[in-house]
């Protein structure tokens, strides 16, 4: 983890693992978001991780990544979606999700620890998307996506809800015994693709 530095103070920049313990996210997340992911397998589909992330004024945002690497794609099911869920207004300002339209594609991208290498990053399109408050956007674990930092002075909030197909069985918990580890050595994400500092 970075030493603390000289200005503003740290700001909390996610949670996870949290759907199934609070009682108006489990209803969301297990079921209007399970349901239009099940319809888009054509079969029932199973949470695989859940997480919000929080981008206050200035907070960072990510690097060009696939979530494929993260999700540990070779051990924990072979596809997965995810859902983001709007809490407040995405604008370009505010460091809005960006995506790689139709590279999903492609298959998994040259990287260094998930994060595509800037050669690779440079020739893909990007378009940004504009979610207001209580949208769902949908989409694939293979799709590059990035954000930038929050330039405004007010919070923007994206529940992101994973899921992959029950036919290749149910990962949540082995997903969060994975991540455990993973965080006790100072990284929020499998994926080295955090633009930010993680302080103590």
């Known amino acids: 983890r970075a030493p ?30 399970q349901d239009l992911v099940s319809q888009v397998y054509r079969e ?12 206050g ?32 207004a995405s604008t370009v300002e505010n460091g809005a999700l960006q995506i790689a339209p139709a590279a999903h594609d492609r298959g998994i991208l040259p990287n260094d620890k998930g994060v595509i290498r800037p050669d690779v990053a440079d020739s893909l399109r990007v378009e940004y998307v504009l979610a207001q408050p209580g949208d769902i956007v949908l989409f ?17 909030r994206s529940a992101y809800l994973t899921f992959n197909k029950a036919s290749e069985g149910d990962f949540h918990a082995a997903y969060y015994a994975k991540k455990a580890l993973l965080m006790q050595k100072g990284t929020i994400s499998i994926n080295d693709d955090f633009a930010g500092n993680i302080v103590d």
């Open 57 to 88: 004024p200035g907070g960072a945002g990510f690097l060009w990544h696939q979530d494929a690497t993260a999700y540990a794609t070779d051990d924990l099911a072979t596809r997965h979606v995810s859902a983001l869920v709007a809490v407040d």
């Open 140 to 156: 694939d674990s293979f799709l590059p996506h990035k954000s930038d930092t929050n330039t405004t002075d007010g919070w923007r």
């Open 44 to 55: 029932p589909a199973v949470l695989f991780k859940d997480k919000i992330n929080f981008k």
């Open 4 to 33: 603390r530095r000289p200005g503003p103070p740290p700001q909390i920049c996610r949670v996870e693992n949290f759907c199934k313990h609070d009682p108006r996210w489990r209803r969301l997340c297990l079921g209007l978001v």
